[in-house]
Every structure is written in C-alpha cells, then in structure tokens.
C-alpha cells in the first residue's frame, strides 16, 4: 500500500508537469502562429495585421510605466508596423494585377535574354552556364545565384512574378537591405513594352522549360544549397562559406538533423515565411510551392531520421520490457515478504 501511495504521488506531479506546466511553458517559448500560407499575398497582409495589433499592445504597455525611453521605442515599433503593411498592401496589390494566365513563354524567352538575367543565373537545362563559377559568384554577390532550369516547378508562380519585380519585399528582407545597401538582385523595370506583361512572359517561359517531376534533393540543391549544408548527404555549401556567412550575416546551419531539432510543422512555417517564425532573421523566404515545400521537408527527414519508424518501434519494445519488469519485480517482492511475514 505504502508503494502505491508513492506512485500515485509520482503520478500526479508528473501529470502537473506535462498537462500543466509543458504546455504553458511552450504557449511562451513558442507562441501560436498561424499555418503555413502559400497564398503569399494574404499571409503577409495577414502577418503584417499582426505585427500591428501587437505592437499596439506593446505600446498601451509602455504608455502606462510613463518611462519617455520605453514609450520612444514603442512608437517607433508602431510606426513602423504600420508602414510596413502599406507597403505590402501597396506591393502585393500590384503583383495581383499581373495575370500570369496570359503568360507567352515564347516572348518570355526573349526577355529573359534581353533583361539580363543570365548576366548572373545558369539554365543548364537550355544550354546556359553561368558566367561565373560558384565561389566567385558567392565572392561577388554573397551567395551564388541559382540555376533556374527548375525554377517554374518549385517556386509559385505568384512568388517569382514578386520576386522577379522586386526580390527585396517578395523575400520580405527590407530588414536587412535598402537604397544604401542595395540588394544583389536588382528589380525588373521592363524591357520596355508592358512590364506586367513582361513579368507574366518570363514566369511562363520559366515554367515551361522546367521538368514535370522534381525530386527533394533537387530542390533541396536548388532553394537550399546556396547557403546551408546537408554534410549527412554530402551536400555543402555551393560556393564560399566565408562569403555566404558576412553576406547573411552569421555561418548557415548544416542541416542533416534539423528535422530531429524542429516538427514539420515549424520547418512547413519557416519555410513558408521566416519572418513569422524569426523576426528579423536574415534568411530570405524560399518561395517554395505547397508540393515542392513538402517534397524537401520529407527528403532532410529521410537524410536525418532515416531510422525514425525503427526507433519509434524500439521504443514501443522498450516500455513493455519495462512493464514486464515492473511486474517479475512486484512479484518477486511479494514473495519476499510473505516469507518474512511467515
């Protein structure tokens, strides 16, 4: 009786941790956001509406202390919370007037051609190299801009046409670059007909030239690879580590066990939009399309949990080993006792 006493005890303080403290302990460490969102448009004015509602109760917050230095920096947080969903709405109301059902991929490849583009980016699969190799791209540029054969299957169709216009808000990083540290990758100001046209034609000629099927390390080559490792795979950085890391800001992450560290879910979220997941991080937003996003997720699972089904079976072995013991175990005290007891 004494024993089981005990464990009850033991029980309840357990349950305490797990039911109570765990999960509230999680709701601070990792607040509630909202799912992954590949309608980019909505789930930055989504995000941005955000920001403002919370920057506006840290700002009733600081008015109350009465502190002039608290109540500065809160405004200065409104401000620009608010500003910065003007210039999405501004942004995104422009990009969805382009309608990319009217795409010519014919004259999008012209354009490609005429605006430059492969001034920096490879097309492998057209018979276009790169006109640099990868480290003296990533010495110039910061990181080595990516080959675009498989760009139109990967990437949104939505995202490239932002990011073709201006890669700065479409990878949400005006953070980190403006007019004085302008980003690598200029903006497409037209190649002189109709600019919305034009965007539309290069997303087409990009989609048409792409594969109909893209496997996870392929895409994990193409979104990934520029900066971050996966070692487990032998896959590493493509270009100078040196030049990726000032360029970012700190060394990239190798990431052959991310998935052991992070759920599918939060990588789904990460992915999906960084700036949700880590204010101010440095790491631009992939782009990537539903499927391909879930295509890349699975492959680093299969690279750094590739024992997951094993390990989870083991541990189902495990804690019956475990309740077998505990019961050889009360009955060989049982039998003790009732010795003593004689």
Not at 32 to 40: L, R, T
């Amino acid at each position: 009786m004494k024993e089981l006493k005990t464990l009850l005890v033991v029980i309840f303080f357990i349950a305490i941790l797990y039911i109570g403290v765990e999960p509230f302990a999680h709701t601070k460490l990792h607040p509630h956001v909202e799912p992954a969102n590949y309608d980019f448009a909505a789930e930055d004015i989504s995000l941005a509406n955000t920001n403002i509602e919370k920057s506006q109760k840290t700002l009733e917050a600081a008015m109350k202390t009465g502190n002039e230095d608290i109540i500065k920096s809160a405004k200065i947080e409104f401000e620009t919370a608010k500003s910065s969903k003007e210039k999405f709405d501004s942004f995104w109301k422009d990009i969805n007037k382009i309608d990319l059902s009217k795409g010519d991929a014919t004259a999008g490849a012209e354009t490609f051609m005429m605006a430059g583009c492969i001034g920096c980016h490879a097309v492998k699969s057209q018979g276009m190299d790169a006109p640099m190799d990868a480290m003296a791209s990533s010495e110039t540029y910061g990181t080595n801009p990516p080959d675009l054969s498989r760009a139109g299957a990967i990437f949104d169709e939505k995202f490239l046409a932002a990011l073709i216009k201006d890669p700065v808000m479409a990878q949400k990083l005006g953070h980190k670059f403006d007019d004085e540290n302008p980003y690598p990758m200029p903006g497409f100001f037209g190649a002189g007909g109709d600019i919305d046209q034009e965007v539309s034609d290069i997303v087409a000629y990009l989609k048409s030239i792409a594969p109909k099927e893209v496997s996870g390390k392929e895409i994990f080559v193409d979104a990934c690879q520029r900066c971050h490792d996966i070692k487990y795979d032998n896959l590493y950085t493509d270009g100078n580590k040196i030049s990726v890391a000032e360029f970012m800001g700190s060394t990239p992450p190798d990431l052959s066990m991310i998935i052991r560290s992070k759920s599918k879910d939060y990588l789904h979220n990460f992915i999906n939009d960084t700036q949700k997941m880590l204010p101010g991080t440095a790491m631009p937003r992939v782009g990537l399309n539903k499927a391909s996003e879930e295509k890349v997720i699975a492959y680093m699972e299969t690279v750094g949990d590739s024992k997951k089904a094993e390990r989870e079976k083991t541990s189902i072995y495990i804690m019956i080993y475990f309740v077998i013991l505990a019961i050889f175990a009360g009955l060989w005290k049982k039998k003790i006792w009732s010795k003593l007891e004689e």
